[in-house]
Nanobody
Framework: QVRLVESGGGSVQTGGSLRLSCKFS????????MGWYRQAPGKEREGIAS????????TYADSVKGRFTVSQNKAENTLYLQMNALKPEDTAMYYC?????????????????????WGQGTQVTVSS
């Protein structure tokens, strides 16, 4: 059974940094789309970053572009989200997500990539 487990969330002040990790198990797809979604209280869930794990290409939402970086370590079965220059509006629950095998790469050229596997989430709170 595929499992995605996030860690690394916490509370920081405006301008601070955090690195989220997503450890995945029983997930053997070498060409898939993985990434990060977030949901703030009272708001809809939004995709913010995706990575084509075969082509190593990345896509970001405008709200995080230039501040967040998604990366992967295949040897350690881990996905990361480095978050810099954090703002109060980044406060949300952050979720790691993944697709099954990616047959059409264009499906990962967006941050709304319709994943089927989800982690349980990790909370990020940014105070002003």
């Amino acid at each position: 059974q595929v499992r995605l487990v996030e860690s690394g969330g916490g509370s920081v002040q405006t301008g601070g940094s955090l690195r989220l990790s997503c450890k995945f198990s029983d997930y053997t797809e070498t060409r898939a789309c993985m990434g990060w979604y977030r949901q703030a209280p009272g708001k809809e869930r939004e995709g913010i970053a995706s990575i084509n794990t075969g082509a190593w290409t990345t896509t970001y939402a405008d709200s995080v572009k230039g501040r967040f970086t998604v990366s992967q370590n295949k040897a350690e079965n881990t996905l990361y989200l480095q978050m810099n220059a954090l703002k109060p509006e980044d406060t949300a629950m952050y979720y790691c997500a993944a697709t099954r095998r990616l047959w059409y790469p264009d499906l990962c050229a967006t941050t709304e990539f319709h994943p089927v596997y989800w982690g349980q989430g990790t909370q990020v709170t940014v105070s002003s």
